[in-house]
């Protein structure tokens, strides 16, 4: 008999034969891990290395260095020539095949119950707000960082512990037919919809779409699972009808009068947001630390999972209430300067028209001058220019005070800006972030968002480097 696990020696998570059986594959001897990794570079100790395919990278060129790191073993299509004979590989025909098996093994065995979070915006806040509610309740896996793609979605299911209580897949996509597959390998019980937006649209021909592609994770629900869904975004009653081909059991939120988890009051503050929040024929009030109606919003998403799922609310609002957002994402930090600190609202992690508004009005609500620092929104097709040039209006309603832009598509916003309002614009990020540094001054508030590709991170860096340079003298 298995003697019971600790923390300090928890047992294996893949045991040979059990990763042969999910991926139909070939252990050449046998082994046990601990977990499952697809990075070579940041693989630990006892984990199974998976050698992915892709179009620019092949995984198996990095098997030798994966074993070295300490690897339990290697799933692989052949055995690469800089590879010992007597490796421990797992032989299958496909490797990402293999993770989805993987994934849907792991799934299966896992007694969770597994909560699925889409949307065009709010997917990674919302899923970091569950992690920390749920946590409150009993034992929690959830996505790392923003792994919601066709091996983030496996990977997770591959590292879920079998006893966990609950688990929380985020589920992402930018084509149709994406999400239908992995909801059906994340099986949930809960289904969310956090908002449908202009974002994709390089690859849809308008908003309808996203939202059809949106609507395909109802198709995996557990009998019985429930929908739940943004009553106030777009196509909210076209989202509807799609869940209702899967359940009966569907809970709106937002702030109209017939959401079943209804935000009936919201005042902003520098350092967050105070709610009343009405459901289940109660009244739940609570300060909530991250800024912004949009964390609200997220927020009523998860409290209406919870009740789904039966948990104690008064404990569910209290664990959602210590929330705050993470770097790139939300977070609100100082910085200091000679003769006082700015304060910086890093955004920088990622961007489309309806992050970007949210951003915008959090930005105008803070004290002191108020600074955007802007990077292109990526993947919006032949609407892009207009999208971009249409921020306009949000800066304006929120008094912003100068606005930086980089990239080709924030041209066309800083084309639209009025002169009181325009400060620079570069080619490049890291072209602009000395500007933005030598134009700041104490008691400035900035905010600097982007899309990933649009690397915003060298202006974050450029205004932390005075800090550090300070620190370390």
């Not at 074993?67 to 490797?95: I, Q």
């Not at 996505?143 to 990977?155: E, F, K, T």
């Not at 700015?342 to 990622?350: G, V």
């Not at 220019?385 to 949000?394: F, I, S, Y």
């Amino acid at each position: 008999m298995m003697a019971e696990a600790s923390s300090s020696n928890p047992p294996p998570l893949w045991q040979a034969v059990d990763a042969a059986a999910a991926t139909s594959g070939r252990s050449r001897r046998d082994w046990k891990a601990k977990g499952v990794a697809i990075d070579s570079r940041t693989l630990q100790p006892g984990e199974l290395f998976i050698a992915l395919e892709g179009p620019n990278r092949d995984g198996h060129g990095f098997v030798r260095d994966a074993l070295a790191r300490g690897a339990a073993a290697a799933v692989v299509t052949h055995r690469p020539e800089d590879v010992a004979e007597d490796a421990p590989l797992l032989l299958v025909d496909d490797t990402q095949a293999a993770l989805e098996g993987l994934g849907r093994f792991g799934r299966n065995r896992a007694a969770a119950r597994m909560i699925g979070v889409t949307g065009s915006v709010g997917k990674t806040g919302t899923k970091e707000m569950l992690r920390q509610v749920l946590l409150g309740f009993g034992t929690c896996h959830a996505s790392r960082a923003s792994y919601n793609n066709h091996w983030g979605v496996p990977l997770t299911l591959a590292n879920l512990p079998p006893e966990t209580a609950f688990a929380v897949a985020e589920i992402g996509m930018n084509h149709a037919g994406e999400i239908r597959a992995l909801t059906k390998i994340a099986r949930p019980h809960v289904a969310v919809i956090t908002a449908v937006a202009p974002a994709h649209l390089a690859f849809f021909r308008d908003t309808a779409e996203i939202a059809d592609a949106k609507a395909e994770i109802f198709e995996g629900l557990e009998p019985g699972g429930v929908a739940v869904i943004n009553a106030e975004t777009l196509h909210s009653d076209r989202l509807a009808e799609a869940a209702q081909r899967s359940t009966r059991n569907i809970v709106t939120f937002g702030t109209a009068a017939s959401a079943d988890v209804r935000l009936t009051e919201f005042a902003s503050e520098a350092d967050g947001s105070r709610v009343e929040i009405s459901l289940a024929g109660r009244t739940l009030r609570l300060h909530l630390s991250a800024p912004g109606r949009h964390w609200a919003m997220n927020g009523l998403a998860v409290l209406a999972t919870a009740e789904r799922l039966g948990l104690d609310l008064d404990r569910a609002a209290e664990r959602l209430a210590g929330l705050r957002p993470g770097a790139g994402r939300g977070a609100m930090r100082e910085i200091t300067r000679a003769g006082g600190s700015i304060r910086l609202l890093d955004e920088s992690y990622n961007a489309n028209p309806a992050s970007m508004a949210a951003a915008i009005d959090v930005l105008g609500r803070q004290p002191g001058r108020k600074i955007a620092v802007l990077g292109d929104m990526l993947e919006l097709g032949e609407k892009g220019r207009e999208l971009h040039a249409d921020l306009a209006r949000p800066l304006a309603e929120a008094t912003v005070d100068l606005v930086f832009t980089s990239g080709p598509l924030m041209r066309h916003l800083h084309d639209a800006l009025p002169a009181s309002r325009k400060a620079a614009w570069a080619e490049t990020s890291k072209d602009l972030a000395g500007q933005v540094v030598e134009a700041t001054q104490p008691g400035d508030v900035v905010l600097v968002k982007g899309s990933l590709g649009s690397a915003m991170r060298h202006v974050i860096e450029a205004l932390d480097a005075p800090a550090a340079s300070r620190a370390e003298g």
